[in-house]
């Protein structure tokens, strides 16, 4: 089928980048409630070339998702479902209801086929998220993941209590949880990354999971943990240790970079936030490669982060990645991606 989503994005790219994404969710949103998204976008032919995988206890259509970040609410499942996302990670969520920092907040380096984003956890909190998504979620046939973190003025002393809290709010609806402790955008978040505080996170996290399982069915809530790419080699294999003592469910590699070396001397490059996008494939490829050799071969990973095509999924796959997600991958190519990473064996 045709691909329309270049004439889509240029009018897209004309507007404010945060202004686009809600313009682009808004769309979606109407598209599929209309029942046309998928035919429109060839979600359903990506769809019907999948082969489903086995992970975590879970059945993923495919080995394709979306990452969180995108649809920060929740409000947008099943049209990220139709276009033929097979799992859909939403969030970051927070106890509380936050605006994220000040705008502007998003910017897009187009030279580079990257963003940097500076949102800063802006969702609706726990009690918004969840009624979005029994709005929005209610015909999606794949795997939501829900991304909780902690709120921005919570002190890293008291930091564990926010993802307990989350973590039991969203247990029902999850069918994983993915622990942020590696966003560069809530002042103080990365120093959770230490292996002593992610055995301390993970224990309590377990310990919490085992009462909620007596009270929801026997229901099995996978744990996992999202990770920086710019940790230096000890501090992956510190981190490696916990997760294998711990046995955490799986490990998405990576979130955005605070580096900046690729897209140096571009006008934006100064801009504070997170760098994601093609000049991020390196980076998260190697701490893939590192985690991997560290890991123990039945914990999975999650590829995250500067994958343009299947060719770079393909390459997260042979590194020892399970599954991927996109997220600035989408803003550039649109839902072709999808199409192409669908059909990854």
């Given at each position: 089928m045709p691909d329309l989503y270049p004439i889509a994005r240029r009018?897209?790219?004309?507007?404010?980048?945060?202004?686009?994404?809600?313009?682009?969710?808004?769309?979606?949103?109407?598209?599929?409630?209309?029942?046309?998204?998928?035919?429109?976008?060839?979600?359903?032919?990506?769809?019907?070339?999948?082969?489903?995988?086995?992970?975590m206890g879970l059945e993923f259509p495919n080995r394709v998702g979306l990452a969180a970040g995108l649809d920060k609410s929740g409000a947008a499942v099943d049209a990220f479902g139709s276009i033929g996302c097979g799992h859909v990670e939403v969030g970051t969520v927070t106890p509380r209801p936050q605006p994220g920092n000040a705008a502007p907040r998003l910017f897009r380096l187009r030279e580079h086929e990257a963003i940097i984003n500076r949102m800063g956890f802006n969702n609706p909190g726990l009690e918004g998220m969840l009624m979005n998504l029994n709005k929005s979620a209610r015909r999606f046939r794949g795997i939501l993941g829900i991304n909780i973190g902690k709120n921005f003025d919570t002190p890293n002393e008291q930091a564990i209590d926010d993802y307990l809290t989350?973590?039991?709010?969203?247990?029902?609806?999850?069918?994983?949880?993915?622990?942020?402790?590696?966003?560069?955008?809530?002042?103080?978040?990365?120093?959770?990354?230490?292996?002593?505080?992610?055995?301390?996170?993970?224990?309590?996290?377990?310990?919490?999971r085992a009462k909620l399982s007596e009270t929801h069915g026997g229901k099995q809530v996978p744990i996992v943990i999202k990770i920086a790419p710019d940790l230096d080699r000890d501090a992956i294999s510190d981190l490696a240790a916990a997760f294998n003592e711990k046995r955490v469910d799986g490990v998405i590699t990576t979130n955005t970079t605070i580096e900046r070396e690729v897209v140096k001397g571009h006008a934006l490059a100064d801009e504070a936030g997170g760098l994601s996008g093609a000049p991020l494939r390196e980076q998260s490829l190697k701490i893939l490669e590192w985690l991997r050799a560290d890991l123990d071969d039945e914990i999975p990973i999650i590829a995250s982060g500067g994958m343009m095509d299947k060719a770079d999924a393909e390459e997260r796959l042979a590194a020892g990645a399970e599954l991927v997600q996109v997220y600035t991958g989408l803003v550039y190519r649109g839902p072709k991606l999808i199409r192409e990473m669908a059909t990854l064996a």
């Amino acid at each position: 089928m045709p691909d329309l989503y270049p004439i889509a994005r240029r009018v897209l790219f004309s507007l404010d980048a945060e202004r686009a994404h809600h313009v682009t969710l808004g769309g979606m949103k109407l598209a599929e409630q209309l029942r046309i998204l998928a035919a429109l976008t060839g979600g359903q032919a990506a769809q019907s070339k999948t082969t489903p995988v086995k992970l975590m206890g879970l059945e993923f259509p495919n080995r394709v998702g979306l990452a969180a970040g995108l649809d920060k609410s929740g409000a947008a499942v099943d049209a990220f479902g139709s276009i033929g996302c097979g799992h859909v990670e939403v969030g970051t969520v927070t106890p509380r209801p936050q605006p994220g920092n000040a705008a502007p907040r998003l910017f897009r380096l187009r030279e580079h086929e990257a963003i940097i984003n500076r949102m800063g956890f802006n969702n609706p909190g726990l009690e918004g998220m969840l009624m979005n998504l029994n709005k929005s979620a209610r015909r999606f046939r794949g795997i939501l993941g829900i991304n909780i973190g902690k709120n921005f003025d919570t002190p890293n002393e008291q930091a564990i209590d926010d993802y307990l809290t989350c973590f039991e709010a969203v247990y029902p609806k999850a069918d994983y949880v993915t622990a942020n402790l590696s966003s560069p955008n809530t002042k103080g978040l990365r120093d959770l990354q230490s292996g002593e505080t992610c055995r301390d996170l993970l224990e309590k996290l377990q310990q919490l999971r085992a009462k909620l399982s007596e009270t929801h069915g026997g229901k099995q809530v996978p744990i996992v943990i999202k990770i920086a790419p710019d940790l230096d080699r000890d501090a992956i294999s510190d981190l490696a240790a916990a997760f294998n003592e711990k046995r955490v469910d799986g490990v998405i590699t990576t979130n955005t970079t605070i580096e900046r070396e690729v897209v140096k001397g571009h006008a934006l490059a100064d801009e504070a936030g997170g760098l994601s996008g093609a000049p991020l494939r390196e980076q998260s490829l190697k701490i893939l490669e590192w985690l991997r050799a560290d890991l123990d071969d039945e914990i999975p990973i999650i590829a995250s982060g500067g994958m343009m095509d299947k060719a770079d999924a393909e390459e997260r796959l042979a590194a020892g990645a399970e599954l991927v997600q996109v997220y600035t991958g989408l803003v550039y190519r649109g839902p072709k991606l999808i199409r192409e990473m669908a059909t990854l064996a």
